[in-house]
């Protein structure tokens, strides 16, 4: 992405479609935590292929590149090492907080990493919808980064309403990804260190404290 924006009308038409693909991905997402989710068979099929669709649609619209939204390889090795300077303290924090708490629940070495694909993929496709649509519709429709950055990492934490906890961690999650993004785009690294950071928080800190990462009405329904 540029370093910089140009000025332009408050209400110019690419505005105006940044805000409105913002706009749809945030009400898909949460209408269906709040709304539909459930409902019907393959409903989990339906939001996945219209999240992605909304996505495809709003780059096709741009010509944007898989390179240019940061699904690439080329960078890799940078983008880890640039996620690493906040994701590995991360991890540690939660890990001595556990230890301290005596609150570790990982059964096995070997169930924590059956768990990492399914997770990491979960998470690969949450950073997409931060960094590749939210994040970078915002950047246009407020020609500012660091706006681009509060908004969309806001969005994240709303998405994960009403569960206090995990809302805290993704606002900050959310904006450390934004600028991690920013400095190194690269989603499929985010998308590891999402389901690292993840997994760490579920198995070593106290489930009262985590409510097993849940959000939506299956947070309530555990209340």
Do not use: K
């Amino acid at each position: 992405m540029p370093s910089s924006v140009s000025p332009a009308a408050p209400w110019d038409p690419p505005r105006v479609a940044s805000l409105l693909e913002a706009g749809a991905l945030c009400v898909l997402i949460l209408s269906y935590i709040w709304g539909w989710q459930g409902t019907f068979p393959g409903d989990a099929g339906v939001v996945l292929g219209l999240y992605f669709g909304l996505g495809l649609y709003s780059h096709a619209r741009r010509g944007e590149s898989l390179r240019q939204i940061g699904l690439r390889l080329d960078n890799f090795p940078a983008a880890l090492r640039n996620a690493s300077v906040v994701v590995a303290p991360a991890i540690v924090l939660a890990l001595v907080i556990g230890a301290v708490l005596g609150s570790w629940h990982f059964r096995s070495f070997g169930e924590t990493m059956h768990n990492l694909p399914a997770a990491t993929a979960w998470g690969t496709a949450q950073q997409y919808g931060l960094l590749c649509v939210l994040y970078r519709r915002c950047a246009e429709l407020f020609q500012s980064h660091r706006a681009a950055t509060a908004s969309a990492s806001a969005a994240f934490a709303i998405f994960h309403m009403p569960n206090a906890f995990l809302m805290g961690v993704t606002l900050l999650a959310g904006w450390a990804a934004c600028v991690l993004y920013r400095r190194e785009p690269n989603v499929w690294v985010l998308g590891i260190a999402h389901a690292a950071v993840s997994l760490s928080l579920y198995y070593a800190l106290p489930f009262d404290v985590t409510h097993g990462l849940r959000v939506g009405p299956g947070y309530l329904a555990m209340q």
